[in-house]
């Protein structure tokens, strides 16, 4: 037999071919033993449903997108492996999309893909809050590493990791930070900064600000250049790759790292270990992430619109300790006047 149809299948069960369709779109709707019965049919036929025709029955198309802002940022390896595991779990195909840290490019996406897919899950999504709102009104959505009241969401927790790296500076005796910061419309660099500032001022350190910094190594001389001039002793840029381009500035400077200042990232990607001094940085499983947020979703879609739950799941964080880190030495050259 060429190609089996579900025709076919349908005469060798013994049953109608609407009988056949329901079995693979609405099996809950079908008797067990009929079910049994179909299944055993396709496979020794070699039977496998058409996802399309599937679709024009159930409305599913067993498809979710992941829309990322940066397919480049290492950060997000982990995170698509996860999800993508999750979803072919449940035999679900999960297609990628790079925003290219693009809200236009973003929404034109998500809106070009609406009726191809059966939900969406954003990863660190640059959209204003309203927006993200309108978008969830009209497709199941998942943030990823971002949180809006009203939407179900899935984050590596800020709060309690930002303390943790105070905390550690502190205790090497660092009296001053200076927080590098990510794009103004990352809902992540707004959140780690008002943490860093309040964990700072517990701790009995200064805190500044530089930036906004596109989260790029090649943005890493920049803002080394501005975070050296707040005098600060420690330097907490927004993600690993700013802070290994940080780390670089700082070595074409003569400014030693930890001896003169100290530097942290965020994400602990995988070259946190390889570059020099190796990357002390915030990280956790960001796997986890990927595989609770496709989870969401998929439960959401077991829903009527609107009325599924919401939730806003956080995961922890946990501070990865290297050699960007150090004591702050009592007489500590001033690194203003470097070359």
């Given at each position: 037999?060429?190609?089996?149809?579900?025709y076919d299948v349908a005469r060798v069960a013994g049953v109608a071919t609407s009988t056949v369709s329901r079995v693979f779109t609405k099996p809950g709707r079908i008797a067990e033993a009929t079910r049994e019965r179909v299944l055993q049919a396709a496979r020794e036929l070699g039977y496998q449903p058409n996802p399309h025709a599937r679709a024009l029955t159930?409305?599913?198309t067993q498809t979710i997108a992941m829309v990322v802002s940066d397919i480049t940022n290492p950060h997000f390896f982990e995170l698509i492996r996860g999800a993508e595991m999750r979803a072919k779990a449940a035999a679900y195909t999960l297609v990628l999309v790079n925003a290219e840290e693009s809200t236009r490019m973003e929404l034109e996406q998500v809106r070009r893909l609406a009726r191809s897919v059966d939900g969406f899950l954003l990863a660190a999504s640059r959209q204003p809050d309203d927006k993200l709102v309108e978008l969830a009104a009209g497709q199941p959505v998942v943030l990823v590493n971002r949180q809006v009241e009203g939407?179900?969401?899935?984050?590596?927790?800020?709060?309690?990791?930002?303390r943790q790296i105070v905390a550690h500076l502190a205790s090497l005796g660092h009296t001053s930070l200076a927080y590098l910061a990510g794009p103004t419309n990352s809902w992540m660099a707004v959140s780690r900064w008002a943490a860093l500032r309040d964990a700072a001022a517990e701790a009995g350190m200064s805190a500044v600000r530089t930036g906004p910094y596109t989260p790029t190594v090649a943005s890493g001389g920049a803002a080394a250049d501005a975070a050296i001039r707040t005098g600060a002793t420690a330097l907490v840029a927004h993600n690993d790759l700013l802070a290994i381009g940080v780390l670089r500035r700082l070595a074409d400077r003569s400014i030693r790292v930890p001896t003169d200042?100290?530097?942290?990232?965020?994400?602990?990607?995988?070259?946190?270990?390889?570059?020099?001094?190796?990357?002390?940085?915030?990280?956790g499983a960001h796997s986890?992430?990927?595989?609770?947020?496709?989870?969401?979703?998929?439960?959401?879609?077991?829903?009527?619109?609107?009325?599924?739950?919401?939730?806003?799941?956080?995961?922890?964080?946990?501070?990865?300790?290297?050699?960007?880190?150090?004591?702050?030495?009592?007489?500590?050259?001033?690194?203003?006047?470097?070359?």
């Open positions: 037999m060429g190609n089996p149809t579900i159930s409305n599913r939407i179900a969401s899935v984050v590596l927790e800020p709060w309690e990791g930002c200042v100290s530097v942290v990232g965020f994400d602990d990607i995988f070259a946190a270990e390889l570059c020099t001094p190796t990357l002390t940085t915030l990280g986890n992430v990927g595989r609770a947020a496709v989870e969401v979703l998929l439960e959401s879609l077991g829903h009527p619109r609107g009325q599924g739950p919401t939730p806003q799941i956080v995961l922890p964080s946990q501070l990865v300790i290297r050699d960007s880190t150090g004591p702050s030495a009592d007489q500590r050259p001033d690194p203003r006047r470097s070359r």
